[in-house]
């Protein structure tokens, strides 16, 4: 008898109710049968990624996280603070499951060739719920990993190595011939770093901490500037000469950083203008910012021209955008280069319950470099 | 014997010398012998508009103006702010001509027909060096005012007609359906309104007195917010929903003003949002800063989602990305609506002298609605 008939799975919920408290808890769901064209994978490997965090916690203050419930089914409930509460009016009450992307064995198929000749495979899945035991998801979403690779290691295989490898698209298709990236040495970033290596494109890495520097020097980085030198504009400035860089990508949103960007950048321009022009450098000067992981507002001046933009810079977009035969392409890289390009690594792995420990929330909320934890919803269980 | 072989005429030039010191003076230019395909007009009307008062003062801070000279031939001196120097780099040393357009009578002419066929008219003209009392220029630079125009009529006839037909052409371009405008009781916004009237779309007028609301409003503006008033948001989100506006052209750039339309614009479309998205509205919002009427800092707060735009927005480069068919069309609109839709308002006419007297300084340098003065080169000469 197919498991699905009679189990059911833990899924990780994230509730704010409209009084302002933001709820997670696990909750039991029947696992679906699946359909014709469907498989139910069995979830062992889920990334927490930054985008993940955002909808686990929405805007509650997590410093006021209390812990509750059972060893097995906690609850933990934190404060949104009031001012942030408009911005969450459109997911007020509803009980959302998270988790992008994740990896797992097949334990059960449809009726379609398609979905039977995945039985048994280990596949990995972007289809949004996966802090769960179980899900049921369309044959075709499955990207089976190559012989040899277990859940984890093709847990993060959809949206950093997408996305490093659509930041280096966005970057031609816009016309630009190298990058710059900030928060460099994240998972996403050293990916980043390993492509331009491998394909010799122009990379500027931004960090702020001496051994992130000395870590992606060791990696291969030849660029890497660190925003708390006293000299940062003058080494970003080089950089970006040598690069020609005219592109950036911002993890992290607020403050001066995607400004002072622009600054160099047409600094970098100016130093090799052949006449003086009152608008600043006819070059168009680019930063993306992908992520908030400055949550305080973003402020520059105006310096630089009248040639740059800002903007938000999402993978899903982008994806849609670029057209199915781009990220075919795109995927197929990214399972021929899994264990290497697009390694993970991750400080802990921990279950579904865990992650609802404050003590686990404490690390990996802090979406810092060696703080990224992968969630096995079937840890400790018989598979 | 034609007025060129043995004539000068006076021309305006701004020089920031390497010390941080900006001169301004009028120099004696001989005028050129007109090649086959050229003509010389004596210039009699120039506006001062904020982009050539940009080059007109570079970064030199007005108030501290001296005046030295003599009546005739006045010379004009201002210190530029040390931390500004940078910007000024690549004009150091080199003393520029001022005015981007301006309108005045052919008075010598090539051999070509198509020179010749000019003498004697009216002509207005878009490229540079215009606060001069003789302009040599290419016969095809002309555009031949309609019989009974004065050049004054014809003075602003090019940046700022083709500025607000060239924003109606980018909103169109890039997908939306109507626009918001800042400082929007300039001569460029009343210009902008009389389009939208005549062309029935949506503007969204944003100003910052009661007595601009009521100046515009009696113009025909259906939406007009003032940032004074203590529910200016709630005023402008409610606009942005009635017009449906998602791109915004923006004169001020330096302060909140950009951003708040950007908080706004969500607001707006998650009124009518049918269900939850993390990322905000997938809608593109964007905001074009094309002047600086405010020097200070950009600050906004990222609470408008992931699809928004920032950038700078400039005539020029403009019209060469939309082509000479479009510039063609926007240029035979602005010729046939001169008296109406294109018509423009100076509070007053001075001669080259005169603009450099610290009074008339105090007063077009505010670059603020109501202060927009005309240069008449030519003024209280005979010609």
Request: charged share 20%.
């Amino acid at each position: 008898m197919p498991i699905t008939s009679t189990r059911t799975g833990l899924q990780l919920r994230s509730l704010i109710k409209p009084g302002g408290e933001l709820e997670l808890s696990l909750v039991e769901e029947p696992i679906a049968q699946p359909a014709a064209d469907e498989v139910v994978v069995r979830i062992e490997a889920s990334p927490l990624n930054p985008s993940d965090i955002g909808l686990l916690f929405g805007a509650a203050d997590m410093s006021t996280a209390k812990a509750a419930g059972t060893a097995d089914r906690p609850v933990l409930t934190a404060t949104v603070p009031e001012r942030l509460m408009a911005g969450m009016a459109a997911r007020l009450g509803q009980s959302m499951p998270v988790g992008n992307e994740g990896a797992g064995v097949v334990v059960d198929a449809g009726s379609s060739a398609e979905a039977q000749a995945l039985m048994g495979k280990t596949v990995a899945v972007l289809g949004g719920a996966m802090y769960s035991q179980y899900r049921c998801v369309k044959a075709d979403q499955c990207l089976v990993l190559p012989e040899g690779s277990t859940p984890a290691d093709g847990a993060s295989c959809f949206v950093n190595p997408l996305t490093a490898l659509g930041m280096v698209e966005t970057m031609r298709r816009e016309g630009h011939k190298a990058l710059v990236h900030t928060a460099a040495a994240s998972n996403l970033g050293q990916m980043l770093n390993r492509i331009c290596v491998k394909d010799g494109i122009g990379l500027v890495n931004i960090v702020r901490k001496p051994e992130q520097e000395t870590q992606l020097r060791s990696l291969g980085a030849k660029y890497v500037c660190n925003t708390a030198s006293p000299t940062f504009m003058d080494e970003l400035t080089a950089a970006l000469v040598a690069t020609g860089a005219t592109i950036a990508f911002d993890a992290t949103g607020g403050g001066k950083l995607a400004g002072q960007i622009l600054t160099c950048m047409e600094a970098a321009l100016n130093k090799t203008a052949k006449e003086y022009s009152r608008y600043g450098s006819t070059t168009h000067k680019q930063v993306y910012i992908y992520g908030g992981l400055e949550l305080g507002p973003t402020e520059f001046n105006r310096n630089f021209g009248m040639a740059w933009g800002m903007g938000g810079w999402l993978l899903f977009p982008f994806l849609q955008k670029a057209g199915a035969d781009t990220v075919q392409r795109l995927k197929q890289r990214v399972a021929a280069e899994l264990k290497t390009t697009f390694a993970s690594s991750y400080s802990k792995e921990i279950s579904l319950a865990e992650a609802l420990q404050p003590e686990a929330i404490a690390v990996y909320g802090q979406r810092a470099t060696g703080t990224k934890y992968l969630i096995n919803p079937n840890k400790g269980l018989k598979t």
